[in-house]
Every structure is written in C-alpha cells, then in structure tokens.
C-alpha cells in the first residue's frame, strides 16, 4: 500500500480566554477567535484565540519511513477533518508548525467543572505550575505569538516550513497539509527537530482581531472523538513495478476484472497482496486444449488505478492517485498491496479498480469488500 495512515498518540487545544485549562481528552479540536462573551461584544471584552497540538509518535513513523518506504522517496500529509465552522471569511488561512518543546496531553475537557489543569494549556507546557511556555528569548529559528493585552503563552514553534491552508466558505473545510519537510526534520540518523508534533493556529493576521464580524470559528474531530474521522499523518509513497513476462494486456471494450484472493475478512496487522483475474468477457472463440478463462492478462501500464471507500460514509479513504496508487504487475498479473493497520478496524470497506482500457475508462466496483478486525 503506497498510501498508509497513522493516528496520533495525543492532541489538545490550547485556549487564550482560559490560560490554565487543559483539554486532553476532548473530542474537538479547536482553531478558532472569539470574544469571552461568545457573539456579543461588551465593553472592555478582549478578542480570543484558540490553537490546537497534535502529535504522533515517533515509532510509527520510523516504522513507515525506514520499514515500508526505505529508501523511496515520499510525501507526509498532516489531515484533520472539520466538525463545524461559522463565520468563515473570503479567505481563511490556517497553519500548522512543528511545536519547539515537548508537551503533555493531560485529562481535562474543554469547560470541565471544576477546570482540569494536569496537562498543556495556553500558560503551560505540562500542567497549571510548571514548565511554561517561553514568551520571549526565543531559541534561534523558533517563536510564539500572544496578545499583549492577554495573558502570555499560545505555545512555541519552528519558524521553518511552515505548512498552510487557505480556503473560503465554499471550499473543503478539511485540513490537509503537506508536512514532508517537517517530518524529513523529525527522521534520519542526525534529526533537526526533536518530534514534539504540530500546532495548528489561524493566521496573525486573523488572531485577536477587535472585531465582532470578524471572528472565525473552526473546530476539528480529536484524536477522541466517537466518529470515524480522527487525525491522522498520510504518508504517500511509489511502490509501482511492472514485468509481465509472457503475459498479454488486456485490450477491447468487454474486459472483466476480479479480486483473487479477497476472503473478506483481515486482521489489523495484516499486509494483503490483492491479486486480479483479468480477461475478456466475451472472448473470441478459437480451437484450444485448455479453458480460455483460465488465460489471465494484465492492466495498462500507468493508467490502472486502486482505491478504497467506506462502505458505510461512501467517502474515499484512499482516493484513486495517479502516482501513488498505481497497479503494478509482475509475471503472474495485476496486483496492488495494502496495510490494513492503515485502515480503522471494525469496518467494511469497498475495493475500486480504475482503468484506462482501448481508450475507455473504466471503474470496476463489483462488491470488492473486505472488513478490518482487531487481532
């Protein structure tokens, strides 16, 4: 699988109207500007701002990084899925950069009664006391940001390869940053950065802005959420090859494509090679000694793709992908690879076969399902 998935290790939001509560286990994340008072500005009423951290743990990427992609080279996206968002502007930009300093998830939810502070907070890296945030004298090549007129903190940050999203309230709302740079910094024999993981904020421009028409609210699902939607880190790599021996590609306008080897059901730890049967339909008939069914051929070269739905949401969970979802064939046919602990266990999921065959293009999605279960 050129395309696999891993899911955090801890997240929290980080809020600057409520500088010592911690909100490790919520179920949102939040990026958002406000007032206290919600929609109504009073007098003397302060704008807010809310960041998010997330981070994942630094066996799992060493697992896919040096495991599974080696010495390919590869691509890191940083996705986090919306929950809600009002307000949105012509144009909103968020950023996401590496965190500078190590930091503690903690327990706590956002407004719990009384206030948990036992982890990372506006003020503090690990809980209400200890360690703060740096707000000044900043380590070369890192910041911060805050409010003079708010209580200092708001995390810390490496300047460098900063990763940023800019939409409108047509656009994906989704964040899906590319983050390679930032993960190339985090892995190999001599790393820049320390992995702490990522902030997420909105931009400077949009923080702390003294303008009711002009607060943004934009809240993520959590590591914790009760969804099916989870950040995770994408890492994206080529894993294409292509040697068909005496085999033949397919070709005309009736071709038939099959799953091989799918017994419907796979364990987390799994790594499934999905082989396809491929043949004419309808083949010419001719004077043979053997079933003509049993010949099997090969999808075009670069123009045969995989992917993989939800069989529940319908929603693509691995997207067809010119470059990283390439079929490739070797001298017994077509096959493609998948990692299933890549994929949430405990759900049914939908193979599609895309490609381009005598001119036509073609999706076959002939109830190629499989479940994932926990081992």
């Known amino acids: 699988m050129a395309v696999y998935k891993i899911f955090p290790t801890q997240d929290a939001t980080i809020y600057s109207a409520y500088p010592n509560q911690n909100t490790g286990l919520d179920e949102i994340l939040d990026a958002s500007t406000n007032f206290l008072t919600g929609s109504v500005q009073t007098n003397g009423d302060l704008p807010q701002t809310s960041r998010f951290l997330i981070q994942f743990d630094d066996s799992d990427i060493a697992y896919v990084t040096q495991s599974l992609i080696k010495n390919k080279p590869w691509d890191a996206y940083l996705k986090v899925f919306v929950a809600n968002s009002t307000y949105l502007q012509t144009n909103t930009t968020i950023l996401a950069n590496a965190v500078s300093g190590s930091w503690n998830m903690g327990t706590g939810k956002y407004m719990d009664s009384p206030e948990v502070q036992n982890g990372v907070s506006w003020v503090w890296k690990t809980y209400s006391g200890s360690n703060a945030w740096l707000t000044s004298s900043y380590a070369s090549g890192s910041t911060g940001s805050y409010s003079p007129n708010n209580t200092p903190g708001g995390g810390v940050w490496w300047i460098a390869d900063s990763a940023s999203q800019t939409f409108s309230y047509r656009s994906d709302l989704d964040l899906n940053f590319d983050v390679t740079e930032i993960v190339e910094y985090w892995t190999g024999s001599n790393p820049v950065w320390n992995n702490n993981g990522f902030i997420v904020r909105q931009s400077s421009s ?11 609210t934009l809240k993520y699902f959590s590591v914790d959420t009760h969804t099916i939607y989870p950040p995770c880190l994408e890492f994206k790599w080529k894993d294409f090859s292509f040697s068909t021996g005496s085999l033949t590609q397919i070709t005309g306008s009736n071709p038939y494509v099959s799953l091989a080897n799918n017994p419907g059901f796979f364990y ?5 090679r999905f082989r396809l049967n491929v043949r004419p339909e309808f083949p010419a008939r001719s ?21 993989i739905k939800d069989l529940d949401t319908n929603e693509y969970i691995v997207d067809f992908d010119p ?9 017994s046919g077509s096959f493609f690879d998948v990692h299933m602990n890549g994929l949430q266990p405990e759900r049914y999921y939908q193979i599609l076969i895309q490609s381009t065959i005598s001119g036509n293009t073609i999706v076959f999605d002939d109830d190629y399902y499989f479940k994932v279960i926990n081992g």
């Open 206 to 216: 949009q923080e702390f802005i003294n303008n009711i028409n002009q607060q943004i």
């Open 268 to 272: 987390s730890e799994s790594i499934q």
């Open 287 to 307: 004077f043979q000694t053997s079933s003509i069914y049993t010949a099997n051929y090969f999808l075009p070269s670069g123009s045969s793709y995989w992917a």
């Open 323 to 331: 470059i990283y979802t390439l079929i490739s064939t070797d001298v």
